[in-house]
Structures are given as structure tokens and as C-alpha cells.
């Protein structure tokens, strides 16, 4: 008797957009896989905040990053929309704080949620243990390689300054 296949936060089609954006920005899939889980966006939603903005998606990204993003062309209803490109973004977005931010490994990654202390913490803590199980499920189901966040950062930030 074959085991059942555990229940999966994301849809198929989300686990691939989600590893093909981490492959092509250089960010742990599991991570970005952990971040979709936790937001648990959906397409086409939008989420108001209480400082009046609002997350939007499926990786529920904040139209807070949109101003300085619509010189590029890129509006909310193609952050909203379903398919890779939500994924593509939060990558995107995902490395530049592990690039540019300060902070341990997973403080740089919670700033994807909020710089506030308390609330990054808290997602910190949280998205750490959801990439800790898709780590697991990845290695399980992909050929994976490991790699030591302070090398994957010190990696990042060296291809960065070439």
C-alpha cells in the first residue's frame, strides 16, 4: 500500500512558478515556497492594511513597492493576476532584501512581511519553520542541493558587486 500524498499548501502549477522564480533570482525555493505559504494569498485579491495600502495576490505583495515599480510598467492588476509573474516578483523582491538589507538570514527574508521588530520576528519564526518542511517535501520530490544561508547570502552579495 503506496502512502497518500500529503495535502499541499500551494496548487501544482503555484510549487512550479515558485521554484522557477527562486531558481532565476537566486533565492532558496524552499523559502520563497515557505513565504507563498504564509501569505496565502489568491489570485486577484487585495488585502487592505491598516496604514491604508494593500497586499495584493497570490503572494500578496504590497502596493507600497508598486510606486517605485510603475516606471517599469508593471501595475497591480499584473501583480494580482494568476500564473508565474506574482512568483517572479516576490523572488525579485526576496533578493533585494537578502542583497541589500541588514540583519540575520531570516530578518532580511521577513522584511518581504515588515521591518517592525515584532512583526518580522514573528514571520521569521514562521516562515523558518514552513521552509524547514519545504526543504523536506523539495528534496523528496527534486534533486536539491543544500546550502548554508550565510554562504548563499555571502554568494548573493559577492555576484551582486561584479
Same mark, same amino acid.
Not at 495535502?7 to 503555484?14: D, F, G, I, R
Not at 517605485?68 to 510598467?73: A, F, M, P
Not at 508565474?84 to 512581511?113: E, Q
Given at each position: 500500500?503506496?502512502?497518500?500524498? @500529503?495535502?499541499?499548501?500551494?496548487?501544482?502549477?503555484? =510549487?512550479? %512558478?515558485? =521554484?522557477?522564480?527562486a531558481i532565476h533570482y537566486e533565492v532558496p525555493a524552499n523559502v520563497l515556497l515557505a513565504v507563498a505559504e504564509q501569505? /496565502?494569498?489568491?489570485?486577484?485579491?487585495?488585502?487592505?492594511?491598516?496604514?491604508? !495600502?494593500? *497586499? =495584493?495576490?497570490?503572494?500578496?505583495? +504590497?502596493?507600497?513597492?508598486?510606486?517605485?515599480?510603475? /516606471?517599469?510598467?508593471?501595475?497591480?492588476? #499584473?501583480?494580482?493576476? *494568476?500564473? %508565474?509573474? @506574482?512568483?517572479?516578483?516576490?523572488?525579485?523582491? =526576496?533578493?533585494? #532584501?537578502?542583497? +541589500?538589507?541588514?540583519?540575520?538570514?531570516?530578518? /532580511?527574508?521577513?522584511?518581504? #512581511? !515588515? $521591518?517592525? @521588530?515584532?512583526?518580522?520576528?514573528?514571520?521569521?519564526?514562521?516562515?523558518?519553520? /514552513?521552509?524547514?518542511?519545504?526543504? &523536506?517535501?523539495?528534496?523528496? #520530490?527534486?534533486? &536539491?542541493?543544500?546550502? *548554508? @544561508?550565510? *554562504?548563499?547570502?555571502? $554568494?548573493?552579495?559577492?555576484?551582486?558587486? +561584479?
Open positions: 500500500m503506496m502512502d497518500a500524498q @500529503p495535502q499541499l499548501p500551494l496548487e501544482t502549477a503555484q =510549487i512550479q %512558478c515558485a =521554484i522557477a522564480a501569505e /496565502r494569498g489568491r489570485a486577484n485579491t487585495w488585502v487592505r492594511n491598516e496604514n491604508g !495600502s494593500h *497586499d =495584493i495576490g497570490v503572494m500578496q505583495f +504590497n502596493t507600497t513597492y508598486l510606486t517605485q515599480l510603475q /516606471r517599469y510598467g508593471i501595475r497591480p492588476e #499584473h501583480v494580482a493576476s *494568476d500564473g %508565474c509573474y @506574482p512568483f517572479l516578483l516576490a523572488s525579485w523582491r =526576496i533578493k533585494g #532584501h537578502l542583497v +541589500n538589507d541588514t540583519g540575520g538570514f531570516w530578518t /532580511r527574508v521577513a522584511n518581504y #512581511h !515588515s $521591518r517592525t @521588530p515584532y512583526y518580522n520576528q514573528r514571520y521569521a519564526t514562521s516562515v523558518a519553520q /514552513r521552509a524547514n518542511r519545504w526543504a &523536506t517535501w523539495l528534496e523528496a #520530490h527534486y534533486p &536539491t542541493r543544500t546550502l *548554508d @544561508p550565510k *554562504d548563499a547570502t555571502q $554568494r548573493t552579495l559577492a555576484r551582486s558587486q +561584479n
